[in-house]
């Protein structure tokens, strides 16, 4: 098998573990927090990187934005030999009591986007492993953060997100809507990889902040390093899996 033709990797190039944000930027970040880190590939919006945290070996990979593109990189991680992949994200929150800053674990994704609907019917469900979805908990626990744990919408129409989705999302009892998990999700079970997600709370759709929104100052303390205190619940996380 030569090298996949958007990771630019083959097998036994990466570890058995990959972190998976969207941004590119957040490999350094993550990496900036392992030892040993090493640039294994680069292409268009996949950033690969990798690492070793306490001892446990692991690849940083990013997706880009949305389901299309984190599919390819399931699909080409998998083929390489990955076989744990844990996306750590941002989020727009659903419900109004979860804040910028607050965490959330997903138990499941809403299948709102279009790319899962080409592997199979809508009706099956997008759901995380449960050692990595415990995991992550564990690992918020052990770092003294509460996490909002439960389901999530996955969207890939940032613009299309209208105030009747926002409502049907909000009534249904969602949590958050991003761009990726339910991909990662319906991949990784057809793979017979394991896969999780935690994001962190970056706006509230049903309060009316969006991304990008809120002037950094006047954000609440949980909220300025809150990317950096996700990936570390996530490092730890990876230490027992």
Sequence with gaps: MGKQPHLLVEEGDLADIALVPGDPGRVDRIANLCDDATTVAENREYKL?????????????STGIGSPSAAIAAEELSAVGVDTLIRVGTTGALQSDIEIGDMVVATGAAKDEGTTKRYEDSTVPAVPDYDVLSALVDG????????????????????????AYVDDWEAAGLL????????????ARRKGMRAGAICTVDGNLVEGTQKGETDAEELPEKAKNNVERAIQITLDAVTTL
Excluded at 51 to 58: K, V
Excluded at 177 to 186: K, Q, R, S, W
């Design 176 to 187: 958050a809507v991003e761009m990726e998990a339910a991909a990662l999700f319906t991949l």
């Design 140 to 163: 918020a626990v052990a770092n003294d953060e509460d996490v909002h744990i439960g389901p999530i919408a996955t969207d890939d129409a940032f613009y299309a997100e209208t105030d």
């Design 49 to 61: 990187v990798n690492a070793t945290y306490e001892g446990t070996d692991l690849t940083i990979c």
